[in-house]
């Protein structure tokens, strides 16, 4: 069955310094994988995807399947970037199972003046 | 455009009675999930509809739990009789294609209590 790991629950980093959101699967098949955000008082939104190979808000995850790992990464931690942030994974492309997300329990995110 | 709307915000409720909860989808989305995040554990889906059919409920936890979504519009979840375990945030979040390739949109929450 498929899994997703997020193994901090608490990340407290200063202003400027940088930041590594762990996230590690487990499944047997073609993942995609996802960073979800939520800040406080906000609604759970799309933070980035791995298909996407993107940088949003000078944030980054690169997909490693030899380590199952897909963790998020920012080289300068800015005040607003603390939230609670969610990694999860579809199964991709398969018919009816690529509709589910599979989440991790959340690392939330202090990032301190 | 407006997101995606749930009702109530809140509800506290005993055990044993009812409750509904409410989702209204972005217009056009035709996939509408609930999710739900109880106390300390992960957010875990629930079931997933493609307009007004269940295209994937293997989240549900027991027959408790009825989802329904007439008319492909919006869509409620209820639980009878409500148990203390039910406590935690119900998310609704929708889609215009599958979750691998679109994102999800997802409401605000509705925070249950079952006292």
């Known amino acids: 069955a498929q899994r997703v790991t997020q193994p901090e629950k608490l990340l407290s980093v200063f202003k400027g310094a940088p930041v590594e959101l762990k996230c590690n699967y487990s499944y047997s098949g073609s993942p995609e994988l996802f960073w979800y955000v939520q800040y406080s008082r906000q609604r759970l939104q799309l933070l980035l995807r791995?298909?996407s190979r993107e940088s949003i808000k000078g944030f980054t995850a690169d997909l490693n399947k030899g380590e199952t790992s897909f963790h998020l990464k920012k080289p300068f931690a800015q005040e607003e970037d603390s939230a609670m942030y969610y990694c999860a994974l579809s199964y991709g492309r398969l018919a009816t199972s690529g509709s589910r997300l599979t989440f991790g329990e959340g690392t939330q995110l202090t990032v301190n003046p | 455009e407006a997101g995606v709307t749930q009702f109530p915000s809140h509800s506290v409720i005993e055990k044993g009675q009812t409750v509904t909860l409410r989702c209204d989808p972005i217009?056009?989305?035709?996939?509408l999930y609930w999710y739900r995040r109880v106390m300390g554990k992960e957010i875990k889906f629930l079931l997933h509809f493609v307009k007004e059919s269940k295209q994937d409920e293997s989240g549900m936890p027991n027959n408790r739990f009825l989802a329904e979504r007439t008319g492909g519009t919006y869509s409620t979840l209820k639980v009878q009789p409500a148990e203390l375990e039910d406590s935690g945030v119900y998310f609704c979040?929708?889609?215009?294609?599958?979750?691998?390739?679109?994102?999800?949109?997802f409401g605000n929450g509705t925070r249950l209590t079952v006292t």
């Open positions: 791995h298909i």
């Open positions: 979040a929708s889609s215009q294609g599958m979750a691998y390739n679109s994102p999800l949109h």
């Open positions: 217009s056009g989305h035709d996939n």
